[in-house]
T-cell receptor, first 116, second 114 residues
């Protein structure tokens, strides 16, 4: 158990809909990352938050947004869903220094999103 | 820019064989960190090891060992006496001083047959 908690574990929704994925980081971790894993794109970095502030942005679509709340949990919002958004979405967290200082980045179990 | 290459897409071995998973990385930074993660069929990403660029000492943890060679920009992972439970996708990843996120290789699917 990495200590990173993601909900829901599985989600099936229709095209055009909006979903919210939730993540609770490990106790004491200030950095939260979101990754998308799809069959054709592999593991892709979406976005990073550090103590409530956006710190880095990767290949995140404009239809997607995220935030980190004062209690450090994070949500990833996916809207106007398309079939191609079907993927495994990971949340990860690391200690205050973040991955750049070499702190280990721990991943949650992921949220399986299926868009039908 | 950082890049990680795992040239082996799939490897299949018979139980008790040793197997080495290759990882080659690219970075312009002198300070960087390398990771290996395991993704079993259930889907979670499990952290295995972290190594910084200043520590080329090889590491052994039970049946797992890692060989870090800066001269060849490689960070290979060996499983000794493989077991069926080792079957998973293994990812090598890199983060350097200029990036703010892990860059993953494409992963190696390891299948250990009984």
């Amino acid at each position: 158990d990495s200590g990173v908690t993601q909900t829901p574990k599985h989600l099936i929704t229709a095209t055009g809909q909006r979903v919210t994925l939730r993540c609770s980081p490990r106790s004491g971790d200030l950095s939260v990352y979101w990754y998308q894993q799809s069959l054709d794109q592999g593991l892709q970095f979406l976005i990073q938050y550090y103590n409530g502030e956006e710190r880095a942005k990767g290949n995140i679509l404009e239809r997607f947004s995220a935030q980190q709340f004062p209690d450090l949990h994070s949500e990833l919002n996916l809207s106007s869903l398309e079939l191609g958004d079907s993927a495994l979405y990971f949340c990860a967290s690391s200690h205050p220094g973040g991955g750049q200082t070499g702190n280990t980045i721990y991943f949650g179990e992921g949220s399986w999103l299926t868009v039908v | 820019a950082q890049k990680v290459t795992q040239a082996q897409t799939e490897i299949s071995v018979v139980e008790k064989e040793d197997v080495t998973l290759d990882c080659v990385y690219e970075t312009r930074d002198t300070t960087y960190y390398l990771f290996w993660y395991k993704q079993p069929p259930s889907g979670e990403l499990v952290f295995l090891i972290r190594r910084n660029s200043f520590d080329e000492q090889n590491e052994i943890s039970g049946r797992y060992s890692w060989n870090f060679q800066k001269s060849t920009s490689s960070f290979n992972f060996t499983i000794t006496a493989s077991q069926v439970v080792d079957s998973a996708v293994y990812f090598c990843a890199l983060i350097d001083g200029s990036a703010r996120q892990l860059t993953f290789g494409s992963g190696t699917q390891l299948t250990v047959l009984p």
